[in-house]
């Protein structure tokens, strides 16, 4: 089954970006294609007794990104923080382990400015992993999500189609360039 990769660099799993990724996930179901998800959070560093659980880590993760159709980045973006846990999980990763696959960055809260910053900031890891550009980019700040009482927040309809959009041109991607694949192949 074809799957949707996302790698997160959120502090905790339930925030905003944790809403996001449902909301994601049920977009990405609807077009029939999974979404996974691997939290830097997660990432066991530190002592050397956590040694062989950072390499199984790592390794699973490498595993996971070689089969994903598509990378899907999700990282809370603010002027004053660089996405630190986002980059220690990258760091890890071996070179052009993006190669040929479309890449998206969705950054909640801060300001649409400071997606710029957010991928500036991943600019030399994202080019060490072989992405030559970002397929699409989503900014969600507080504007396009809606709490009611005490209930989880939601994405706004906007936010939602916005996403949707962003997949949806993931998805051409990643057709054209299997057809590009499978012309090369009957030609040869």
């Known amino acids: 089954m074809t799957f949707f990769l996302t790698l997160s660099g959120s502090s905790t799993k339930f925030s905003k970006s944790g809403f996001l990724l449902r909301t994601t996930g049920s977009i990405l179901e609807q077009r029939a294609i999974e979404l ?10 530190g002592e050397d007794p956590n040694r062989d659980l950072t390499d199984q880590f790592i390794a699973d993760t490498i595993d996971q990104i070689q089969q994903a159709a598509a990378i899907l980045l999700l990282t809370p973006a603010t002027k004053e923080s660089v996405p630190t846990l986002l980059i220690a999980l990258l760091e890890r990763i071996p070179d052009n382990s993006f ?12 300001l649409p400015a400071h997606v710029t910053i957010l991928e500036r900031a991943l600019r030399r890891e994202l080019l060490r992993l072989g992405t030559t550009a970002i397929a699409a980019k989503v900014h969600l700040g507080t504007g396009n999500w809606i709490t009611v009482g005490n209930d989880r927040p939601r994405l706004s309809r906007g936010a939602e189609r916005e996403i949707a959009h962003s997949i949806d041109f993931a998805l051409r991607e990643i057709r054209l360039r299997e057809r590009k694949e499978l012309t090369l192949e009957f030609a040869g």
Do not use: E, M, Q, Y
Request: charged share 20%.
């Open 36 to 45: 996974r998800a691997i939290h830097a959070v997660d990432l066991p560093i």
């Open 99 to 110: 190669l040929k696959k479309p890449v998206l960055l969705f950054a909640t809260g801060g």
